[in-house]
Structure formats: structure tokens, C-alpha cells
DNA sequence: GCGATAAGTAACCACCGAGTTACTTGCGGG
DNA sequence: CCCGCAAGTAACTCGGTGGTTACTTATCGC
């Protein structure tokens, strides 16, 4: 007799719900945070359909996070920076890496809360190492036609400066709050974060001139 | 009768150890994660006392990041930078920094469980935001006399370039598993680990050249 | 040496939350 | 059109965990 909004049965709808209340719960909680009670809440399911579709929370959040490196590979797979002016394309790759945090927030805390469990949900799925790196292969050969062309510097390990470009905005993201507290400066502004996204750019070309 | 190891009484030592013991276990499993009673136990001292010293489980995450906070700062008042090459003293305090997460395997863990917070503690402590941030000052006076020796580009904000430097060794450290995973690269070995310290440098000494 | 204070102990509890049980009901294939 | 299966529901359970109660006793100023 309850009017339920989740009537109709759909399996895919349901999981893809559940899902996404996961997402955002764990994003904002943490894996012991968040609350099996409350992500199926907001998905509008009932409790026993994580466990019907992600047999544990465990299981749950593993799931998120096929999704969560699935989106930003999918991502980086559709940038196509190869045939570009390699100082232009590297610009564009920093830009985009920024830009991913910016709109996907949910994603840092995610990959915190992933490497203080060791990594483990990641090595124990086969989805996620599954999926190459497409963006160590496109910096791998902006770095080659860039150091032919006089436009790069030649003694550069792509995983490194892969690591580098990650490094210098995550750390802004991932430690906003904290900054914020102890600077006495409001670093989640957009002024400070359209300054900070021009910083990064520059930092890394500006390390790679030759 | 039992003939425990915390006989006699000591305010300071049993506080000390509790707080010792909860900086470890916070760290490895974050504030929900740890257990109170594990961190008595790991203290050597009675559940109770934590909530003597300390009021509550927050209190003592609260009080270990106060700790945590005041060693890196201390450390940090102890370099002696200021009458150094600019370009000496710059690659010291990358490599200081870098160094520093080596040394305290805890350190980033609790500064993304406060993030995860949103620095709720932090805020909530005068104690951490009445130290204040030598590390800026030191990069400025730094990047000042470089630019006006043509050692260094003029136009770098000391913010920026503090989070920058942070950065760059931070998301190595915070990320290490995960990205060991699906690299299927171990980058926690020591040969990786000596290969990304000069790398940071590089970097940011690449950046600042005019 | 005595008594107030604070360090320390053990046993306890109320609640909360992951996971289950036992069930109902919509739906697609024959 | 009906039946087997899977989607969905409500009401549990039970172990773990933060925090407490009620107590003992070492220590130190006087």
C-alpha cells in the first residue's frame, strides 16, 4: 500500500542507486563513518539490497571504487593530446588534472580512505588493474617529441612527473580545510582556486624547460 | 597483587603514553577505526585514564594532533636556512620536508583523517593555530634574495609554492599503495623512495631557475 | 603521620550498526 | 495464464564499543 518512489523492479536502477549513495556517503564519512542504514536511505533501497548486490560494505565500497577509477581512466582515455604542441597538450594535461578534482570531490577522500586501508579493495579487484594508465603514456610521448623539438628538457621519468602533476594539486584539494585553519585564509574560495590552478601549470612547465 | 608494568603513579608518563599509543593507532586506522580499548591496552594504562586526561575520543585525536602539529613546527624553527645560498637552502628544506614523511609514517595518515574531518579539530584548537608557519617565512626571505641574485624567477606567491613543495611528496606517500597497485610497480622500496627524493627537487629547483 | 586529592582499577552498560531471517510480490518465459 | 525466480520489504539479532560507575590507593603538603 506504501507509495514507495521505488515501485517498479529494476535491478540496474537499484544497484546504480545504492551506488551512488555510496559514493557520496563514503566520500564524506569515510568506510567506518559512513552507515549501511543511511547510504540505503538515500539511495530510496532497502538495507538488504547491498548486501543482495555487494554481498558487504566491504564489498560496497570496493564497487565504488571500480567506478570512481573507471570514470577518471574513461576520462583520460578521451583526451587527445598526441598530435598537439607538446608545451600546449601539457598545459592542457595539468589543467585537466586540477579540473577532475574541482568537479569530482568526492574523489580525494575516496582514495584516502582506500590507501589507509592499504590498498587492499584495490588489489583484490581485477577491474581496477585492469584498466591501464593511459595518461603515463601520453606524457611519455609529450616528453619524447618535446625533448626532440627543444621544447623539453630530456631527462624526465613520465611515472615521476605523472606523480608530480597529481601531487601538486591533490595536495591543495585533499588538505584545503586544514590550511585554511592554520593560514587564517580562506584557500576554498574560487580566487584562490583559479590562482592555484595557474600556479600548478606553471610549476610543472616551468620544470620542464629545458 | 597483579604486578603490572604501571605501578607506580606518573601523571605525565601515562599521558604521555596514552597519547603515544593513540598517535599509532589513529594513524593506522583512523578515528573511527582505532578502538579505545586497543590504545589503553597498547598504553599500558587503564581505558579510563583516557577519559581523565583527555574527555573524550575526540579530545585525544585533538591532543595528538596538537602534538603532531608542534613537532613538525619545531622542527621546521630549527632550520637554519636564512643566511644559506638560496639555491643550497632551497633543495635542503624540499629535501627536508620529503624527509620529514620518512620519519613520521604517521604523520600523513592524521592530517587526512582531520581533512576527512573537515578540520573540525584544528579549528577547535588554539593551540595549533597559535603556532605559527616558519616554513612560509623562510621561503620568502629565500625566494627574495634568489630573485635579486638572478638565481630565481621573480613572480613565485610563497603560499603557492609552500603547498607546491608539500605536494609533490605528499600524494607520493599518501598514494604509495594504491599507485603500487596498479602500476604494478612497488614504489615503496628504498630504490624508489631515493629516486623520488631527488626527483622532488629537481622539480622545484626546475621551476624557480629565471 | 594524616588526610585531601588525584592516579589508577575492574566491572559494567546502553546503544548502535553490520549483517540476517523470513517473508511478499512483480515479471518474463513457456 | 501461471509458475519459478529474483527484486524487494520489515523486523529482527547480537557483538562490539564509547563512555561510566563505584571503588581503591599512592602521593604530597602541612
Redesign the interface.
Known sequence: MTASPQRTRNRERTRQQILDAATVEFAA?????ARTDEIARRAGANKRMIYHYFTSKDGLFQAVLEET?ANIRGAENALRLASRDPVEAMSQLVAFSFDWFVDHPEFI?L??????H??EH??SSTQ??A?N?PLVDTISSLLTRGAASGQF?ADV?P??LY??I???????F????????????DLTSPEETT??RE??V???L????P
Chains 1, 2 share one sequence.
Not at 111 to 116: D, F, I, S, T
Not at 166 to 172: H, P
Not at 206 to 209: A, I, M, Q, T
Open positions: 564519512k569515510g568506510l567506518e563513518g577509477y577522500s582514495l584516502n580512505e582506500e590507501n589507509l592499504r590498498a584495490v588489489r581496477v588493474q584498466l594508465m628538457r621519468d611515472v615521476e606523480i608530480s597529481a601531487g601538486v594539486s591533490y595536495f591543495y585533499s588538505n584545503r580545510l586544514t590550511l585554511s585553519a592554520i593560514f587564517g585564509r590562482r592555484r600556479h600548478v606553471d610549476v610543472i616551468g620544470y620542464l624547460r
